[in-house]
């Protein structure tokens, strides 16, 4: 046929046939063979294999060249003859069912043969002239490409049509700031806001809900076309002519053009928003330096710095116009804000922290080099990552050095803990312990070394759970020292401290009788002791009463019921 053959939408032959959805799964297919798709008679040959992996997806705009015969061999149609390959939306019904289930199977450059039934084509009816009634067809498809159309809310308010690929992986998250392209018209074409480049922060939206929405599931480099509806473009209410740019009437569609140029990433450093990181230049390869954890030494920095007040007054300076500026992260070296955030860093990545006073300088004011910082001031810190040093991880050390290294946390956690800071405290003995938590390596001599130093630090740090209140923390540190000693009297004296405030009054008590058992005249135990008494007594005169008031209670309910029953009169059998 000379004319455009139009492939009817398959919505009335749903209504008539009552076809079930069952989305087909690509058959794996060699060349030449023949498989049926689903289960209502669709059949696909292979005849060329396609490229990758990849299919088109429901709402993908596909492009194809076909030839459609009758099982005679007679041709109807053939975008072929015309040299005009035919595009259309998949899954949208704009094609036969057929079609729409079998080229979603199929790949980029893939060339099959869809044997397709009638209830999956035109049906009864047919279309006359060419094709008649209950006609099994078949269409030699080739997939030429596609454009990927996402219905990115899951709800039809917004699609998004790819014009241009981005790169790499990484989409904006609510706290980046994305600077973006964009051009927005009417379905009529009438322009209605346009921007050569405009930054703004994802989570607080430009324009309309919808490029906040789109630049969400966008990559940098990556251009789309947005079919927006009005619940994210302006709604009932629209929007009035702003300048050279149109009103937005109520309930309007609108086509947006967007481009998404670069992004800078924004981090929640202390996930409760009062230390922000915002990358202006990104850092190499993926290290970071660390902070003692995980059996590992801290890292040396080399960076350069600047720190700002909210009016622009600079407060400190350094590494720019001197020697670089060092020093050791989680060693109460700089604000405990910029800190956290160096740890966060790549090498040679320079980034904006902005920093909320509990992270900063506190409630006082603070003298630094060229001003004073006022009190409740959040400070903001230009920061050069130029370099750090990591020292060893435990798993680089032999077995002396895991030793030294514990017994170096040891005593730096025994001068925080005389300094009342317990929570720092707490850390190093904790670091202290992963160097030598695994001692299958260790000599003899070594294992015993090994075995001193994890009894000191767990109750040294069981030590600072108690003062921190963290009594659940306490009794495991005891706990794990019991194991490794079952009559260690500190352990135990401190184990019953914790079980008292956790108010297991009988296992504090077993644990307080065997410990003055192996030490009589301890006179912390016995103090100890006398306060567990006191504790049982005060819990025991508590229960007294409770019950007390719930016994006087039921007797009370005992009475009322029993002064209700002689109210009632005794009823008597009339036919007696």
């Known amino acids: ?23 087909p799964v690509s058959p794996i297919l060699k060349v030449g063979e023949e498989k049926e798709i689903g289960k209502n008679g669709l059949k696909k040959k292979l005849v060329k294999e396609g490229e990758g992996w990849e299919t088109p997806s429901t709402g993908d705009e596909v492009e194809v060249h076909y030839t459609g015969t009758l099982l005679d061999g007679t041709k109807f149609d053939s975008s072929r003859d015309r040299e005009t390959p035919f595009k259309f939306k998949l899954g949208q019904g704009q094609v036969i069912k057929g079609w729409d289930e079998g080229i979603k199977t199929m790949k980029k450059g893939e060339n099959a043969i869809f044997t397709i039934p009638p209830e999956l084509a035109y049906g ?128 309007a ?67 720019h116009d001197e020697e670089l500026f060092e020093f050791k992260v989680d060693e109460e070296q700089v604000i405990d804000g910029l800190d956290r955030a160096v740890k966060m860093m790549k090498k040679g990545e320079v980034a904006l922290v902005t920093i909320q006073p509990e992270y900063a300088f506190g409630a006082t004011e603070s003298p630094q080099e060229l001003a004073v910082v006022p009190a409740n001031s959040t400070v903001y810190y230009e920061i050069e990552m130029v370099s750090f040093v990591k020292e060893k991880e435990s798993w680089e050390m032999n077995t002396q050095e895991k030793i030294e ?84 009297v500190k352990a135990l004296y401190r184990r019953v401290q914790a079980y008292i405030n956790l108010v297991d009054l009988d296992l504090a008590e077993h644990d307080i009788k065997k410990a003055l058992e192996i030490d009589p005249d301890n006179r912390d135990v016995k103090a100890e002791y006398k306060v567990l008494k006191e504790k049982v007594k005060e819990y025991n005169k508590k229960d007294a009463q409770f019950y007390g008031s719930i016994f006087a209670k039921m007797n009370k309910l005992e009475q009322a019921r029993a002064r209700k029953q002689e109210a009632v009169p005794m009823a008597i059998d009339s036919k007696a």
């Open 253 to 319: 569609s609108l086509q947006i053009t967007l481009e998404l140029v670069s992004w800078k990433t924004v981090s929640d450093v202390t996930k409760d928003m009062k230390v922000l990181k915002k990358i202006l230049k990104e850092g190499e390869g993926y290290d970071r330096p660390n902070d003692g954890t995980n059996g590992t030494l801290f890292s040396l920095c080399a960076v350069k710095l600047i720190g700002k007040l909210h009016d622009g007054t600079i407060f400190v300076k350094k590494g």
């Open 1 to 23: 046929m000379d004319d455009d053959f139009e492939l009817p939408t398959s919505s009335n032959m749903d209504e008539e046939m009552d076809i079930p959805e069952d989305d």
């Open 405 to 488: 290294a514990a017994g170096k946390k040891k005593e730096e956690g025994n001068i925080l803990f005389k300094a009342g800071k317990y929570e720092r405290a707490s850390k190093r003995y904790e670091k202290a312990v992963k160097f030598i938590e695994y001692d299958s390596t260790f000599s003899d001599e070594e294992k015993q070394q090994a075995k001193l130093l994890k009894i000191t630090c767990n109750l040294n740090n069981a030590a600072c759970k108690l003062k921190l209140k963290d009594y659940k923390q306490a009794e495991k540190l005891c706990t794990k020292v019991l194991e490794l000693d079952s009559r260690n």
């Open 124 to 251: 009864e009816s047919g279309s006359p002239p060419t094709i008649p009634p209950n006609a099994t067809l078949q269409f030699d498809v080739e997939l030429l490409s596609w454009t990927s159309v996402k219905d990115i809310c899951k709800d039809g308010g917004i699609f998004k049509k790819i014009l241009v690929e981005g790169e790499k992986w990484e989409n904006p998250k609510d706290l980046d700031e994305v600077f973006v392209k964009y051009e927005a018209h009417l379905e009529d074409g009438r322009l209605v806001s346009r921007s050569e480049g405009v930054e703004f922060t994802v989570g607080e939206g430009y324009f309309c809900p919808a490029l906040a929405k789109a630049v969400k599931t966008m990559k940098k480099g990556e251009k789309v076309l947005l079919t927006v509806k009005p619940k994210y473009a302006f709604g009932e209410n629209g929007r009035p002519a702003i300048g050279d740019e149109a009103a937005v009437p109520p309930n």
